[in-house]
């Protein structure tokens, strides 16, 4: 068993409140929960308007297999226009 854990943080320079912030930030882990089937949350910065911190992890059964997902994952969250994304980390979990 392999996880691997995802940590983006970004900057939302359109919001200009909490709501706003929500409108950005919920499609992208709603996106990414249906499309890549990976467990997501908002992990960062919640009373911040223009800065987010977003974790994505993966549970695969070969590392391969969990690294094309988080690559996929990091594309999608890449593709998003009202976002600027400031760094991406990438962790594994030992399990063992």
């Known amino acids: ?30 996106g990414a929960r249906h ?13 911040k308007w223009q800065r ?6 993966v549970v695969a059964s070969s590392e391969q297999q969990a690294f094309e997902i988080i ?3 990091e594309r999608f969250v890449w593709s998003f226009t009202e976002l600027e994304v400031s760094s991406a980390e990438r962790r594994w979990l030992d399990v063992d």
């Open 71 to 73: 690559d996929a994952v």
């Open 35 to 47: 499309r890549f089937r990976v467990s997501c949350a908002d992990v960062g910065y919640q009373d």
């Open 1 to 30: 068993m392999f996880v691997l854990a995802l940590v983006i943080e970004m900057h939302l320079p359109a919001c200009r409140s909490l709501k706003d912030r929500r409108a950005v930030v919920r499609p992208v882990l709603d």
């Open 52 to 57: 987010a911190r977003l974790g994505f992890a």
